[in-house]
């Protein structure tokens, strides 16, 4: 073979892998838009406040990727929706305004993509963090005690304190880690429909 032709197979078989790889998908994702509902005059889906961006970056760092994904499959050969993990399938105009985009595909751990509308209470969430056999007696699920502080208890119990029995004292209350953890897990909720992904 003379060194032209190899040299455009070279050339002709990064062309390929860019075209697939990078153009495609820019040509699939890369001007999806948030559409705006008319009805609420938001924008869909909607954009997470700074506490919950800051909860993605707690969320990926812990780990609980590894266990748990954010991103629920169609009804074509998944159980997802019968499993009551979401009222529809997630879609790429989902991730938009995630910075980084969790999606995991561990499933140890259910997915987390709806958990804002399974427990939508921010006491729960921080009871789980803290030890969740006090939801769930039979949880693998890891506590995440480093996430709190047990602090001497004023005259008053503090709003944020975890509603668990004082010992010596000390109340248990949640630390910036856990207070943005938990606001991110509450911001994860796909309830309203997309045209790609309606609510059936
Ligand atoms: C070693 C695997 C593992 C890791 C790591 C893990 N989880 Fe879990 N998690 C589970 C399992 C298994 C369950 C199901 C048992 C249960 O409901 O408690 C679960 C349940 C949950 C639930 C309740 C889900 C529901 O549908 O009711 C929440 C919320 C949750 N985990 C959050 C987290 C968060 C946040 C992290 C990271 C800080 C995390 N998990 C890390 C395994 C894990």
Known sequence: MKSGQALFIV??????????????????????????????NYTEPPVPSGLAQTGARVFAS???LECHS????????????????????????????????????SRIGSDLSNIGLRIPDSKDLMLHLWNPRLRNSNSTCPPHPWLF???????????????????????????????????YLQSLHSDYALPEAPIK
């Open 11 to 40: 050339f002709a078989s990064l062309l390929f892998t860019w075209a697939g790889q990078i153009a495609l998908g820019y040509f699939q994702v890369g001007r999806l838009e948030p559409i705006l509902n008319e009805e609420t």
């Open 149 to 183: 502080e047990r602090k001497v208890a004023g005259p008053k119990i503090e709003n944020d304190a975890l509603p668990l029995p004082t010992k010596d004292w000390k109340q248990i209350l949640p630390k910036y880690q856990a207070k943005s953890l938990v606001a």
């Open 70 to 105: 954010l991103s629920v499959r169609g009804p074509s050969g998944s159980a997802d929706l019968t499993r009551g993990w979401g009222p529809r399938r997630t879609v790429p105009r989902d991730y938009l305004f995630r910075e980084p985009a969790l999606i995991g595909s």
């Open 62 to 64: 812990q780990g609980c």
